[in-house]
């Protein structure tokens, strides 16, 4: 399996909602991110989990709230999301954190009403 | 390359024809640089890497080469093909993290 897996596809919240974006991987990789990207811009990094811990928060606001539960599993926590943040949201993979070689997701195109 | 505003620098080819796609980056310590592809509505797909040893790489189709003294990156696509058309980053290492550059949209007509 060499496939980086993210649901939902595509997800409508409104400002007061909570939601959950999942993210999934069997490659045996033990480093995980989360990006997001804007129309036409390339990929922010906001969040590195390397070996199930929080290694990297590029100063992302607490409404985002990342979670690993395990090695294969990264979630991103979403509450009172602003207009702002409508955008794909990315997860990737890597052997370990020094490997560079990053597998991405097909991302959760969020729309924040 | 660079993206202004919300305009990504656009390369347009005739379908069979060899792509060059140039990108510049700015950090002199990076020793490792990829390529991505992503076509609309998904994430990016890796195509092909170098490491700073090294100012030519091969794939299939694709070629990459280094130019460390002016800090450039190319990615040169053989014959090009309308599954080609995407939008194409490079990145670098910056310590423990990959920088992306702006993008370059590449559209192959037939």
């Known amino acids: 399996d060499t496939e980086v897996t993210q649901t939902p596809k595509h997800l409508v919240m409104g400002m007061t909602n909570k939601k959950s974006l999942k993210c999934e991987q069997h490659?045996?990789?033990?480093?995980m991110y989360w990006y997001k990207q804007k129309a036409k811009k390339p990929p922010e990094l906001m969040f590195v989990y390397s070996y199930e811990k929080l290694s990297i928060n590029e100063s992302v606001p607490s409404r985002f709230s990342p979670e690993c539960p395990n090695s294969s599993l990264l979630n991103l926590h979403l509450h009172a999301l602003q207009p702002e943040d409508s955008a794909l949201y990315l997860c990737?993979?890597?052997?370990?954190?020094?490997?560079?070689?990053?597998?991405f997701g097909p991302g959760t195109r969020l729309t924040v009403t | 390359g660079e993206s202004v505003g919300l305009h990504l620098p656009t390369l347009s080819v005739q379908e069979g024809d060899n792509s060059i796609i140039n990108c510049a980056y700015s950090n002199s310590a990076s020793d490792y640089f990829i390529w991505y592809k992503q076509e609309s509505g998904k994430g990016p797909q890796f195509i092909i890497d170098?490491?700073?040893?090294?100012d030519k790489r091969q794939g299939q189709r694709v070629t990459v080469l280094l130019n460390k003294t002016v800090k450039h990156l190319s990615l040169q696509i053989a014959a090009t093909q309308p599954g080609d058309s995407a939008v194409y980053f490079c990145a670098n290492n910056a310590g423990n993290m990959l920088t992306f550059g702006g993008g370059t949209r590449l559209m192959v007509k037939p």
């Open positions: 490659m045996g990789h033990r480093a």
């Open positions: 170098i490491r700073s040893n090294m």
């Open positions: 990737a993979s890597s052997p370990g954190h020094s490997s560079y070689e990053q597998y």
